[in-house]
């Protein structure tokens, strides 16, 4: 995840150069190692990340130690897995999963096809 979201512009709305650190990010279990979390802390990402059960049960065997549970917001999630089916939908578009196109502009063309459809 640290390669994807050094790698990844957020956007200002109107005008001026992209951020490099986004307000919120979500992610599935993939996503919950220590290490992430940590990174996410450092540079004060908030995040929509749900705790696997043996890393639940590893942090409450360590009791005072282990640390607090991670928050978790069930809304923002939904969300999360929303935006993922839709993705996938649309990638379900043999043009749009292969990416027969070379260039950007008839590619983006295809993927808005392929949305609309």
């Known amino acids: 995840m640290i ?3 050094d790698r990844i512009p957020v956007p200002r709305p109107l005008v001026g150069r992209p951020r490099t650190r ?3 990010v979500s992610g599935d279990k993939a996503y919950s190692s220590r290490r ?9 990402i908030e995040h929509t990340i749900p ?3 043996d890393q639940r049960a590893d942090r409450r065997h360590g009791g005072s130690v282990g640390g607090r549970p ?3 917001d069930r809304r923002r999630y939904r969300r999360r ?5 839709t993705v996938n939908r649309v990638k379900n578009s043999r043009a749009v ?3 027969y196109d070379k260039r950007a502009s008839v590619f983006h063309g295809t993927v808005t096809a392929a949305a609309v459809r």
């Open 36 to 44: 992430d979390r940590r990174y996410l802390r450092r540079r004060h």
């Open 22 to 24: 986004p307000d919120h």
């Open 70 to 72: 991670a928050g978790f």
């Open 3 to 5: 390669g994807v979201l």
């Open 97 to 99: 999963a292969t990416r």
């Open 51 to 53: 705790e696997p059960k």
């Open 81 to 85: 897995n929303e935006a993922e089916r």
